[in-house]
Antibody, heavy 117, light 108 residues
């Protein structure tokens, strides 16, 4: 069964950056994209963007333009999400998921990022 | 951006009853729609893709229908473990996927 393993919780101050990781099986990296979705406390799901590791091509939602960087290391089969200029409303659980042409399955367990002064 | 609107926001249903959740897209998405179930403290789980295809391991009591802009998720004979929030998601626009705001299903 495919499992995506995410890094642990992070706490950051406003204005700083955070980089979280998502380790996937090698097969996933070769054949699928990795998508990132976040969920603020008590709120719904928000798609952030995705990366196709084999092509090193990424696209993200316009909302995060200039603040988000999605990368992937094919050697370690790990995808990374870096978010900069953090604000309090970036506090959320960040999920990665295998992206099969827009269908997300399975999902990682999530990484809680707390932004607080 | 394609806006996805779900209704109702919340439902309270008795065990054994059937329930239908609705999802509307702001423009045609053909059948490029998925449904997810999320329980508290857990990541979402894929239920349905291509509007009506059940994902692996999903019970037959879950069924999806629709095309274009109108979609439904029906849960027949609701079980206690079906208490969750259900999200629809369009993947017709590869540049910008989007979710509905969710429907919370509670068991009476």
């Amino acid at each position: 069964q495919v499992q995506l393993v995410q890094s642990g919780a992070e706490v950051r101050v406003p204005g700083s950056s955070v980089k979280i990781s998502c380790e996937a099986p090698a097969g996933t990296f070769k054949t699928h994209a990795i998508t990132w979705v976040r969920q603020a406390p008590g709120q719904g799901l928000e798609w952030m963007g995705r990366i196709i590791p084999l092509r090193d091509v990424a696209n993200h939602a316009q909302k995060f333009q200039g603040r988000v960087l999605m990368t992937a290391n094919t050697s370690s089969t790990t995808a990374y999400l870096e978010l900069s200029s953090l604000r309090a409303d970036d506090t959320a659980v960040y999920f990665c998921a295998r992206d099969r042409t827009g269908v997300f399955d399975p999902w990682g367990l999530g990484t809680l990022v707390t932004v607080s002064s | 951006e394609i806006l996805m609107t779900q209704s109702p926001a919340t439902l309270s249903v008795s065990p054994g009853d059937g329930v239908t959740l609705f999802c509307r897209a702001s423009q045609s998405i053909v059948t490029n729609l998925a449904w997810y179930q999320q329980k508290p403290g857990q990541p979402p789980r894929l239920l349905i893709y291509s509007a009506s295809t059940r994902a692996t391991g999903i019970p037959a009591r879950f069924s999806g229908a629709g095309s274009g802009t109108e979609f439904t998720l029906t849960i027949s004979s609701l079980q206690s473990e079906d208490s969750a929030v259900y999200y629809c998601q369009q993947y017709n626009d590869w540049r910008m996927y989007s979710f509905g705001q969710g429907t919370k299903v509670a068991i009476k």
